[in-house]
Structure formats: structure tokens, C-alpha cells
């Protein structure tokens, strides 16, 4: 069956297979770098701090699709901003392998720059092959979903082990190496693309290019002498007050876009309740990464410190951990999409606000898990690992019913002239989400073990009731927004 897939498909399976693998290796151990002490070679930041840093860092990533989007459709096409951002992302991880602090700034800047250039990219080539195969665009998506998951195997156990057990730099270093696999093996195989992404997809004169390359020199340059006077000492700032603004940011952001397109985007009046719907799965969306971006943050640290991780007499390094959430994914896709042919058939396929209800709900009993797991660690020093497994195992869940039909929602939502632009919404959501989590997994930490088991059940009421709202809403809004013979 994989035969039938345009042959392409392998290059960007193997590029986003590197370039998760750099990705989720270097942030699986990140807050652990920094909140460790100096003598072990980390940062000796707050829990709370390197929780607010991880937010931000995360943040900044999503939120860098989108210029890195329109990059590629005005400026290079999808193909070269690909390979650019593959090179950027190298650089990043490699100046991070440097022991250096005036360095570790610019590495993580290097990565949020290139990823914001490759992730969406590569994702609009991926549907690019499907151009006249539509039927199997799905399919193919499905199979790349699964590169995504093989990279974070590939990175939580390569630069989990180097990181915690030899250094941390080592574990940079081997993120960086990674994606040189990436971009080699990218670069070499490019032309197997054909005309795919090959040019920009909006045609402008040579005269506005120039004009806008110098635009980007300038705020490129603009943010080099931010860092670099930040790293001389003539600023400095607390990250946490900056991850609130940030989220101030961002949810401004976010809700401007939708006033503007409902408002002043010329919508009939169909196509308005389509935004509407939009809206409410982009709230469903945020809420759901903010939970389940903890893996990298709360939990890791719970997983440092307060969970028995001996095998056969030896400890196994607490990033592994994180290794759960892509095994369960690359070990349960079939069945959930299995689950929804099936129900299709039956024509009980779930309504979107209906999916991303349950995978709210998962995520909440995902939490009452853990809280019962830092319970027990209050009580006897160390909790079983098994309270982490069971929470990523019912998180994965979540994860697979709202995540990987969330880009062909919007798609089929939106109206087609506004397609590109609301597809960075989705990263918007997960922008969103990952700085609420930083904040969030700074209150889940900062008084150590003690304040994890309160936070993480007011987490699990939230989530439930949210979950339930968009349950209970799924109906009326399904026919509000639909026509009969969409239904
Ligand atoms: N795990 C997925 C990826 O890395 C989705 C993550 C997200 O959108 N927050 O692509």
C-alpha cells in the first residue's frame, strides 16, 4: 500500500523524522539542564523559571510558523525555506553542544528561527503530493504523523542518555548531528520532489522581494543586538513576568485575528458560523497542548526526581520517560483511525467539537493519575513509574483524537481564500498551549513535590468541564453551523 504514495513522501519523512528527532531529543532534556545544579554541570534555575523559559521556548517555535509560512509562499517556496530552516535548526543545536551561557540564548533563537521555517513547510509538502491524489492525502499524512514520533523516539533516547548520563552538551550535540542527517539526506534527495514547493506561491517582482529581504535583515538584526546587549548585561529580565506578557501576547494575537476575519473579511453568513466553530476548536486545542506540553516540563521534573526509575540496579535517565508518549502514538494511530472507518460506516463518526471533548476528557483523567502518583511520592520519597505511564498512555489518547484531524478540520473548515492563514492558527493553538504550560508547570513545581498533587487536580476539573461543554454543545452546534446536506 505504501507503493501507491508518491515516492517523495520518503524524503520528508526522513527530513521531519531528523528534524523531530534534534527537536524533542534537545527539549526532552532542556528543563533538566537548566534546573540542575552547577556541579552537575546544569543552570541551578527555579523550577519555576526554567518551567517559564520551556514556555517560552516552546511558544516562540509555533509562533515562528507563522512568518516562516510566509517566507516560503512569498520569498524561497517551500522547498528551499525546507532546507534553510533544516541548516538554521543545525546551527542552533550545535552552538547549544558549546558549554557556554552567552551561547545557550542564541542556540535556543537559532531554533525557534529554523523551525518556524521547516515545520510548516514541510507539512504544506506533504499535502502538495496529494495534489491531484486527494484521496490518499489522509493516508499520507497518517504515515507522516508517524516519522514525527519515530524522530522523538529516535531523540528522548539518544540525547536523553547523553545528556543525563555523560553531559549535557553531549545531548545538544547529538540533537545537532541529527539534523545534519536530516539536511544531507534532504538535500540529496530534493529534486525528487519535482515542481512541488519548488517556487513561491505568490508571484512578486524582483523590486518587493529585495524590499522585503532587507525587512527581514533588519529585524533580524534587531533581534541580534537584543540578545547580544542582553548577554552584555545592559538588560535583563525575570522570565516569568515576560511568560505572562507573552501569553498576553499571543491570546491578543489570536483573538484579534478572529475579530478581523469575522468582521472585515468579507464572510457570508455560513462561512461566519464555519469561524465560530473554528474558534471554539482552537480554545478546545490551546487547552488541550497546555496540559499535555507538561511531558517536557512538570512531569519530566517528577520524573527527575520523584519517580523510581531503577531496572535490573540501574536508573534509567528520566527523559526516557517521555519516550511513551510517540511509542503509544506510533502503537495506537492504526487503531484510532481504524476506530473512526469504523464508526464512519456506521454513521456514528464523531462531530469534531464531540472529538475534541474526549480528548479533553482523556487529558483530565490523565492528570487524576498523576496526582494520585504525586500523592504516593509524598508519602513514601518515590512514586512507580507506572503513574507517569498510565498518564502518557491515556495523554496519547487525547493526543490521537484531537491532533491529527486538527489541520484538516481547519482546512475543511475555512473558507478556501483564507486557507493558508488559518492553518497558522493551529500552531497559534499550540503556541498558546505551550506557554500556559510553562506557567502552569511552574506553579505545579516551584514548592517541589508538595504543590504537584492540588495543581494537578484543579488541571483534571478544568479539563473535564471544558471537555464536557464541547460534548454537550457538539449537537446543537454541529446543525447550527452545517447545512443539512453537509451533515
Ligand atoms: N507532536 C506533534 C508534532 O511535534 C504535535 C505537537 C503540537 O502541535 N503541539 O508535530
Not at 519523512?13 to 527537536?23: D, K, N, V
Not at 552552538?95 to 552567552?102: G, T
Not at 514541510?122 to 486527494?134: C, D, H, P, R, W
Not at 520517560?321 to 476506530?339: D, E, M, R, T
Request: proline share 3%; net charge positive; charged share 10%.
Amino acid at each position: 500500500m505504501i507503493n501507491n504514495h508518491p515516492k517523495a513522501l520518503k524524503v520528508l519523512f526522513f527530513t521531519e523524522m531528523w528534524e523531530r528527532m534534534s527537536y524533542y531529543g534537545m527539549r526532552g532534556i532542556l528543563v533538566l539542564f537548566m534546573t540542575a545544579s552547577i556541579q552537575n554541570g546544569g543552570l541551578d534555575f527555579s523550577n519555576s523559571s526554567a518551567s517559564a523559559i520551556y514556555g517560552i521556548y516552546a511558544a516562540a517555535v509555533y509562533l515562528a510558523t507563522l512568518p516562516g509560512g510566509w517566507i516560503a509562499d512569498n520569498l524561497y517556496g517551500q522547498q528551499k525555506t525546507v532546507l534553510y530552516g533544516g541548516i538554521v535548526i543545525m546551527f542552533g543545536h550545535l552552538i547549544l553542544a558549546i558549554p557556554n551561557m552567552s551561547l545557550f540564548y542564541i542556540g535556543l533563537t537559532l531554533v525557534v528561527i529554523g523551525t518556524g521555517l521547516l515545520k510548516p513547510n514541510i507539512s504544506a509538502l506533504v499535502g502538495g503530493l496529494y495534489e491531484n491524489k486527494t484521496d490518499m492525502r489522509e493516508s499520507g499524512f497518517t504515515i507522516f504523523y508517524m516519522s514525527i514520533n519515530l524522530g522523538s523516539i529516535l531523540g528522548f533516547f539518544i540525547c536523553g542518555y547523553l545528556g543525563e548520563n555523560i553531559g549535557w552538551h553531549y545531548g545538544f550535540g547529538a540533537a545537532g548531528i541529527g539534523m545534519l542527517f536530516g539536511v544531507i539526506q534532504y538535500k540529496l534527495n530534493m529534486k525528487s520532489l519535482g515542481k512541488t514547493g519548488l517556487s513561491p506561491s505568490n508571484s512578486i517582482n524582483l523590486e518587493v522581494k529585495n524590499k522585503y529581504e532587507r525587512i527581514i535583515l533588519v529585524i533580524s538584526l534587531f533581534i541580534s543586538l537584543l540578545i547580544i546587549s542582553g548577554l552584555m548585561g545592559f538588560w535583563s529580565i525575570d522570565p516569568l513576568p515576560l511568560a505572562n506578557i507573552t501569553t498576553i501576547v499571543i491570546a491578543s494575537i489570536s483573538l484579534a485575528y478572529f475579530f478581523y476575519i469575522y468582521f472585515l473579511g468579507n464572510l457570508n453568513k455560513d462561512e461566519k458560523k464555519k469561524i465560530i466553530m473554528i474558534f471554539i476548536l482552537f480554545i478546545g486545542a490551546a487547552l488541550f497542548w497546555s496540559g499535555f506540553d507538561q511531558g517536557g516540563s512538570s512531569f519530566n521534573i517528577f520524573a527527575k526526581e520523584y519517580t523510581d526509575r531503577m531496572i535490573f540496579g540501574w536508573e534509567y535517565p528520566a527523559s526516557w520517560l517521555q519516550i511513551l508518549n510517540p511509542l503509544f502514538v506510533v502503537i495506537l494511530a492504526p487503531f484510532i483511525s481504524y476506530l473512526w472507518i469504523y464508526l464512519g460506516r456506521k454513521m456514528l463518526d464523531p462531530s469534531l467539537p464531540f472529538k475534541f471533548g474526549m480528548g479533553l476528557i482523556f487529558m483530565a483523567i490523565g492528570f487524576i493519575i498523576i496526582a494520585v502518583g504525586a500523592q504516593i511520592a509524598i508519602s513514601e520519597g518515590l512514586a512507580s513509574a507506572k503513574w507517569l505511564l498510565l498518564t502518557y498512555l491515556f495523554h496519547t489518547i487525547g493526543e490521537l483524537i484531537l491532533s491529527p484531524i486538527g489541520l484538516s478540520a481547519i482546512s475543511s473548515l475555512s473558507p478556501k481564500r483564507y486557507i493558508g492563514q488559518m492553518m497558522g492558527i493551529w500552531f497559534l493553538a499550540s503556541s498558546l498551549g505551550a506557554i500556559l504550560a510553562g506557567l502552569i508547570s511552574g506553579q505545579a513545581t516551584n514548592e517541589g513535590l508538595s504543590s504537584m498533587p492540588d495543581l494537578f487536580n484543579q488541571i483534571a476539573i478544568i479539563s473535564t468541564i471544558a471537555g464536557l461543554i464541547l460534548i454537550l454543545i457538539a449537537k446543537p452546534l454541529q446543525r447550527w453551523v452545517f447545512k443539512k446536506s453537509e451533515l
